[in-house]
């Protein structure tokens, strides 16, 4: 139970995903922003729009898709603690809702005016409370539930408590942390992450439900989403994510596939695509 709920969803990241920044060229620009909770660097010239990550992944796993998407400043979201930044203030405690706080004082701080927000996994997660606090002018979610532990079949009244346990056992035995570091080891952009981090963004995660809020989300929204080859599969992937988003008045759903988790690596040029006209409207 524990494998699948981080390996299934949360942690398949792609090596190829994970490439330098060089494919980019030149250098990063120092985004005039300092925090304990996340870093941020800023690519390119054009329209605002932030990128965050998915749980263990650092902003590597966006480079294709700036690559294919000129245009834009892209603002890159590094959670501290995720794929070899130090923990720093998010080494323990509540990640989630402040990791949003965070990020929302970045978007003040840097003076954007409702920028465009796609969010990854957990990062979906996030870029919907952005967009409650009314902080997007557009959001995308990619292959994120509005209810996290629907992600694994789950509900946040169920999976909480069992959440909070799993967190518990992660950072707070030898073993549990043990085990932990084997998965981070095994999945190539989660590397370098630090467990205690992992395992207080899934207790959160677990426990987040922002369906009965979608409809506060006055931003235009997609909603990209996984599907495989197996056409009964997909059809009940898409029946789920129908239901989860219908609160949602004009949101659109797309599904991509066949692909994993990790959209942006296993079908990169749809993908790209799906940015641009996201970006376009």
């Known amino acids: 139970m524990i494998g699948e709920f981080l390996n299934r969803r949360t942690l398949l990241l792609s090596g190829a995903a994970a ?7 030149g250098p990063a620009l120092a985004a ?46 590094h959670v501290r603690g995720f794929a070899g930044l130090a923990a720093d203030a998010n080494a323990s405690g509540p990640l989630v809702q402040p990791l949003a706080d965070e990020i929302a004082r970045y978007i003040g701080a840097a003076g954007l005016a409702r920028p465009a927000i796609v969010g990854h996994s957990m990062g979906g997660t996030l870029a919907m409370m952005l967009g409650l606090k009314g902080l997007a002018g557009r959001l995308m979610v990619v ?11 789950g509900t946040a009244q169920g999976m909480g408590y069992l959440a909070d346990q799993i967190s518990q056992y ?12 084997q ?12 467990p205690d981090v992992i395992a207080n963004a899934l207790r959160d995660l677990a426990n987040v439900d922002l369906g009965p809020q ?68």
């Open 143 to 153: 292959d994120m539930l509005p209810e996290g532990a629907a992600m694994v079949g």
């Open 214 to 281: 979608l409809a506060r989300i006055d931003a235009p929204m997609d909603v990209v989403y996984a599907v495989g080859s197996d056409p009964a599969q997909a059809n009940a992937i898409s029946r789920n994510f129908r239901a989860a988003y219908a609160a949602k008045k004009g949101v659109r759903l797309l599904p991509i596939g066949p692909s994993g988790h990790v959209v942006m690596a296993d079908q990169p040029s749809r993908f790209a695509a799906m940015i641009k006209d996201f970006l376009r409207a």
């Open 19 to 25: 490439a330098g920044w060089a494919m980019l060229g």
């Open 170 to 181: 992660f950072t707070g035995t030898k073993a549990g942390r043990a085990y932990l570091g």
């Open 183 to 194: 998965i981070l080891a095994q999945a190539p952009g989660a590397r370098g992450s630090d």
């Open 32 to 77: 005039p922003f300092t925090s304990r909770r996340i870093a941020v660097t800023v690519r390119g010239t054009g329209r605002d729009v932030l990128l965050i990550p998915g749980l263990g992944s650092g902003p590597g796993i966006w480079n294709g898709t700036m690559a294919a998407v000129p245009g834009y400043r892209w603002h890159l979201i």
